[in-house]
């Protein structure tokens, strides 16, 4: 992959767009969150790419504004014809995305094997 990511870690494994936060917003300047957002909805349009897998591994706590930036992602998938999934959520992430609501919108799985295989089986 060419381009150079900071604040979001993104690897393909075709027709899967995993995308892993690497912190809370406060570690970035916002300009930065946006345009690498705007980067990884570019790849969700990739003819091979159909689905997307948010790896919450390396996060303990993410703010509205990365949030905001994910539910972007998952809801292009969505609107796509694609699947959209969290794994690897610790237990305060698992709060968080039940606190807000999106763990009901969006399954989480514990490990990233289970969601590429709960979307391979889709």
Same mark, same amino acid.
């Given at each position: 992959?060419?381009?150079? $990511?900071?604040?979001?870690?993104?690897?393909?494994? =075709? !027709?899967?767009?995993?995308?892993? !936060?690497?912190?809370? =917003? %406060?570690?970035?300047?916002? /300009? +930065? &969150?946006?345009?690498?957002? +705007?980067?990884?909805?570019?790849?969700? /349009?990739? !003819?091979?790419?159909? @689905?997307?897998?948010?790896?919450? +591994?390396?996060?303990?706590?993410?703010?509205?504004?990365?949030?905001?930036? %994910?539910?972007?992602?998952?809801?292009?998938?969505?609107?796509?014809? *694609?699947?959209?999934? $969290?794994?690897? =959520?610790?237990? /305060?992430?698992?709060?968080? #995305?039940?606190? &807000?609501? #999106? *763990?009901? %919108?969006?399954?989480?799985?514990?490990?990233?094997?289970? =969601?590429? #295989?709960? %979307?391979?089986? @889709?």
């Amino acid at each position: 992959m060419s381009d150079k $990511f900071e604040i979001f870690e993104v690897e393909v494994i =075709a !027709p899967n767009l995993i995308v892993i !936060p690497q912190g809370s =917003a %406060l570690q970035f300047l916002y /300009n +930065n &969150i946006q345009i690498e957002s +705007n980067k990884i909805l570019t790849l969700l /349009n990739a !003819p091979e790419i159909s @689905n997307v897998i948010i790896d919450l +591994n390396r996060v303990e706590y993410l703010d509205s504004i990365i949030i905001s930036c %994910l539910t972007r992602l998952l809801q292009q998938a969505k609107q796509s014809g *694609g699947e959209a999934v $969290f794994c690897n =959520a610790c237990d /305060n992430m698992q709060y968080i #995305l039940q606190s &807000i609501k #999106l *763990g009901t %919108l969006w399954p989480l799985f514990d490990t990233r094997e289970e =969601a590429i #295989l709960s %979307l391979s089986s @889709n």
